[in-house]
C-alpha cells in the first residue's frame, strides 16, 4: 500500500487541509473575541500561524492513515480553540455564533476553492507552456482537496454529537434541563465518534451531504 503512495501528492493535500483546520479554530476564537470572550486572544490562538494549532494526530496522522487506507473520506482536526462560553455577552445567540463560525468559515473556503478550481481548469487549457501547466496542475490539486476537505469538516462538524460543534448549536434550542441531561452526554462523545467511523456511519452521513456540493463545486 504504502508503494502506491505519492508522498508529494500527499504532501499537497496536507497543505490545504493544515489551512482548513488551522482557518476553523481562528474562526471559533475570533467570533468568541466578537462576543465578548478574550481566552482564545489571551492564549495567543487568534493567529493563522499553524504551529499555534495543529495537533499530531488530528493534523498529519489521521489523515495520513485514511489516505493509505485509500479512504474516500480524508479530514482531519486540530487542538480545540478555548472558549469560555460563560463569558459570552448573550450565552445563548453567542454560543450558536461561536459554534457554527468554524462551519461557515469551512464552507466559505470550499466556495472560493470551487470558484478558483473551475477557473484554473478553464485557463489550463488555454497554456502551452509546460512549466506553468505543471504548477497549475499542483495548486489545482490543492484546490481539488481544498473543495473536499472543507465540505467534509463543514458536514462533520454539524453532526450533533458532543463536543462536535451542532451539538453546540442544537443544545441551544433545547429546554434547558434536556440541555443539562444532553451535555452529559460529551465524556462519551468522542468513543460515540470512534464507533461511528468504525461502523461506516458516520462515512456514510458524510457522503450522503458532502458528494451533492462538492461536485456542484467541481462543476462535474
Known amino acids: 500500500m504504502l508503494q502506491n503512495i505519492d508522498i508529494y501528492k500527499l504532501f499537497l493535500m496536507l497543505v ?23 481566552t482564545a486572544k489571551l492564549a495567543g490562538r487568534l493567529t493563522l500561524n499553524p504551529l499555534k494549532h495543529l495537533d499530531f494526530v488530528g493534523s498529519f496522522l489521521l489523515p495520513a492513515m485514511l489516505k493509505f487506507m485509500g479512504s474516500p473520506i480524508i479530514f482531519g482536526y486540530a487542538k480545540p480553540v478555548p472558549v469560555n462560553f460563560a463569558a459570552l455577552r448573550n450565552y445563548r445567540k453567542g454560543t450558536i455564533i ?27 487549457e488555454s497554456l502551452h507552456d509546460p512549466g506553468i501547466i505543471a504548477i497549475i496542475s499542483d495548486v489545482n490539486y490543492m484546490l481539488y482537496y481544498s473543495v473536499i476537505i472543507n465540505s467534509v469538516l463543514a458536514v462533520f462538524n454539524l453532526i450533533p454529537i458532543p463536543p462536535l460543534d451542532g451539538s453546540r448549536i442544537f443544545a441551544m434550542f433545547l429546554p434547558v434541563p434536556m440541555r443539562i441531561q444532553y451535555a452529559r452526554i460529551e465524556r462519551f462523545g468522542m468513543i460515540i465518534i470512534i464507533v461511528l467511523l468504525f461502523t461506516g456511519l458516520i462515512n456514510k452521513i458524510i457522503r450522503f451531504f458532502t458528494i451533492p456540493i462538492v461536485s456542484f463545486l467541481l462543476g462535474s
Do not use: C, K, W
Open 98 to 124: 461561536v459554534s457554527a463560525a468554524g462551519v461557515l468559515t469551512n464552507l466559505a473556503i470550499a466556495v472560493v476553492s470551487g470558484i478558483l478550481f473551475q477557473f484554473l481548469i478553464q485557463y489550463e
Open 16 to 38: 490545504p487541509l493544515i489551512f482548513s483546520v488551522t482557518a476553523h479554530e481562528v474562526a471559533h476564537g475570533y467570533a468568541a473575541y466578537r462576543m465578548g470572550d478574550s
